[in-house]
């Protein structure tokens, strides 16, 4: 879209929810509007306030700015992070798309692994922005914008949840009952404008049963709700789901997920995410979007809740295990060394030895470490390992930095929130939700929600190891007492029995074949002995293994031309 005059163009994928609002203040300023689109908004607002212009939008979106007065580009990226940017710049050309498959389609863009990014690949389970797994091509944060102007591109932070922590409020619990309330249905109501059909996604859990509780309170017709399931009972919430959506009189679909499946949807995965991605709920949330898209064009997630109100068991863990600090590091590490060293890697007892040698900062990052440190070397070949390291995360620590001062679940909630949720949980949901062209809306993640529960004091969001605490009274009444009171599952999948029996040809065939060896990335017999290690003894390796099946299905697909 552009400007009347031609002068500013804009290439846009999103949407932005308050879009009529600015429309309207464009116009009494004497604005001309050729359409109706939220796309045309942007680039009036861009007239009259720059870049800066970005901090209007409420909404999820990727989009670049062309001002071709002053031959000056503008990219930016959405506060948290749902649509993805990829750009390369060589000094020559400087290359932007929303896929970085799109970018690779230029033959001159080399395909050269970035073996730092690698490492992070095995610590995190994702390539953190803004470094992909690639040489030279790089994402744009999350809450960034990114100005190039004359050869020289200076990228910029436009958003940080960071101030709302430190304004908290000193409101009664009903207020800020009140207010959750309140803001929770302004939130999914700007998300419910749509000229095609919508529905929700259904997991059970408290934060996708509130908004589909209050789409039912305003639409005028049955919600469509879609959930996945597992024939384990351990990791199937589809009895939750079906309670919601009788008490809101749903029009409700699921779908069980087999293993068999698994070995057709590798390389569709592989294919759409562009990147290495290790979190293997990425499976259901692909079925889940392709069976919602059979119903429905867009549809509304529970997605950000756990984030917002300390809703992740590992919050309450980590505040638990504070007491151990009362030992002198020093001691702690004498007394554990020993025992950490001789308890194999993914038996019961080596995570939590290794855990308490550390401190609180770094005990949390290790919970968020896939692939522990020391096993790295056993993994990867010496030229691979002397490239990558044992895995950096740099980007916890960093963020762990940033948010000193702060109590200690809101630091977590923080690092979390910047790097976790835009780098994993809002990947897998906008790949797997743009591989079937169903558009995801998350009303938990507006920015003002999220502001408002920052402000909330960490006592009201999590009480006696109980996360959401607040929002789970909000909730009361609105949503079955059940599911407020069930213990949290999490989006698991039962990759552990899987690779012991329905998927242990499967990840021998892929992690055997002649082409790994030629990569030169793993070590053969650590790959042979990791999977022996996982399906005849007692060691839980399933994340490690399914890791290295999505890199090396991954490299199939990207790594020849």
């Not at 500013?8 to 116009?27: K, P, Q």
């Not at 990052?365 to 691979?384: F, H, K, N, W």
């Amino acid at each position: 879209m552009c400007n009347e005059d031609g002068a500013i163009w804009v290439v846009f994928n999103g949407e932005i929810y308050n879009f009529r609002d600015l429309r309207r203040s464009l116009e009494s300023a004497g604005h001309k509007f050729r359409s109706r689109s939220d796309a045309e908004v942007i680039v009036h607002n861009y007239e009259d306030r720059g870049a800066e212009c970005i901090a209007d939008l409420n909404g999820m979106f990727a989009l670049a700015i062309w001002d071709a007065r002053i031959s000056r580009l503008t990219l930016s990226r959405d506060r948290v992070g749902k649509k993805p940017l990829y750009y390369y710049d060589d000094g020559r050309r400087f290359l932007f798309a929303s896929e970085l498959k799109a970018i690779l389609a230029d033959p001159s863009v080399p395909r050269e692994i970035d073996y730092e990014a690698l490492g992070e690949y095995l610590a995190l389970g994702y390539v953190p922005s803004p470094r992909t797994i690639f040489k030279g091509i790089r994402k744009l944060p999350a809450g960034h914008f990114l100005v190039l102007e004359r050869g020289v591109s200076n990228v910029r932070r436009y958003w940080d949840w960071l101030p709302a922590f430190r304004n908290n409020g000193s409101y009664t619990e009903g207020d800020w009952i009140t207010q959750i309330r309140a803001l929770l249905k302004t939130v999914v109501r700007d998300r419910l404008s749509s000229d095609v059909p919508l529905g929700a996604f259904l997991s059970g859990g408290v934060d996708s049963s509130a908004v589909v509780a209050t789409m039912a309170e305003l639409s005028d017709h049955p919600v469509k709700t879609f959930s996945i399931g597992f024939r384990d009972e351990r990791f199937n919430e589809l009895r939750w789901a079906r309670e919601v959506a009788e008490r809101f009189g749903t029009e409700h679909h699921e779908w069980i997920v087999e293993p068999d499946a698994v070995r057709e949807l590798m390389p569709r995965l592989a294919l759409h995410f562009d990147e290495p991605f290790g979190d293997s709920s990425a499976i259901p949330t692909y079925y889940v979007a392709e069976m919602a898209k059979r119903h429905v064009t867009v549809v509304l997630s529970g997605d950000g809740g756990d984030e917002a109100f300390g809703g992740y068991d590992r919050y309450s863990e980590a505040l638990r295990e504070r007491y151990v600090d009362m030992i002198p590091l020093a001691l702690r590490r004498s007394i554990l060394a020993l025992p950490s060293a001789l308890i194999p890697v993914g038996v019961k007892g080596h995570a939590l030895t290794r855990r308490y040698q550390l401190t609180a900062e770094e005990r949390y990052i290790s919970r968020m470490r896939q692939v522990p440190s020391e096993m790295v070397p056993e993994l990867l070949t010496c030229d691979a390992l002397q490239q990558a390291g044992v895995g950096s995360t740099a980007i916890l620590e960093q963020f762990m930095r940033r948010s000193e001062g702060l109590d200690d679940l809101s630091r977590l909630q923080y690092v979390d929130a910047m790097t976790y949720l835009p780098e994993d949980i809002l990947v897998k949901v906008d790949r797997a939700t743009m591989a079937h062209s169903l558009e995801a809306r998350c009303p938990l993640l507006d920015h003002r929600f999220m502001e408002l529960a920052a402000g909330i004091p960490s006592d009201y969001r999590l009480r006696d190891g109980s996360g959401k605490f607040i929002f789970k009274r909000a909730l009361r009444g609105l949503i079955p007492d059940t599911v407020l009171d069930r213990p949290k599952m999490g989006f698991g999948v039962p990759l552990r029995a899987w690779f012991r029996d329905d998927l242990y040809e499967y990840a021998a065939e892929v992690l055997f074949d002649p082409s790994v060896g030629r990569r030169g990335v793993w070590r053969h017999d650590a790959l042979r002995l990791l999977l022996r290690n996982h399906t005849r003894g007692n060691r839980r390796l399933q994340t490690v293994i399914w890791m290295i099946l999505m890199f090396e299905t991954w490299a199939q697909l990207y790594l020849g031309r």
